[in-house]
């Protein structure tokens, strides 16, 4: 009995590590279209109930981003995370990861660092990117 509980763990340890891998990869795959304003590749990540929440409290539909991101309202010369961390309960996993972000808006330059959580939920189609919230810019 003991011998067949491990090997449960064993195999509930390693899906759970393989879906951690999948994500943290899709997650990378979203923050490199957002860099490229890659609108289709967005749409493919994003669930279509997704919202976004900043630090300032606003908040964005997936239409929102889609919109932005066909306009190019932001170039990025610099959209890549580091610390990035992984975890997954079921058919949710949650994303961290310290974000730096430089570019322009509008024409105005700007950069800023900062921290974000990103949670995707698996889905029939796969997972998908359901909710995010981003902190203040750090100082």
Do not use: C
Not at 36 to 63: P, Q
Not at 79 to 104: F, M, R
């Amino acid at each position: 009995m003991k011998k067949l509980a491990l090997g449960i763990l064993f195999i509930a340890t390693a899906a759970m590590a393989d879906d951690a891998a999948i994500v943290a990869a899709l997650d990378t795959k979203y923050q490199a279209a957002v860099k490229a304003n890659d609108a289709a590749e967005m749409d493919r990540i994003l669930a279509d109930d997704f919202i976004l929440v900043t630090g300032r409290g606003k908040s964005y539909t997936k239409a929102d981003l889609l919109a932005s991101a066909r306009n190019k309202d932001v170039v990025y010369e610099h959209q890549e995370d580091t610390n990035q961390t992984v975890h997954v309960w079921g058919d949710t996993a949650v994303i961290t990861a310290l974000l730096w972000i430089k570019g322009t808006q509008g024409g105005t330059p700007f950069e800023r660092k900062l921290w974000f959580s990103d949670t995707y939920v698996r889905r029939a189609g796969g997972w998908r990117y359901v909710f995010g919230q981003a902190s203040l810019p750090l100082p």
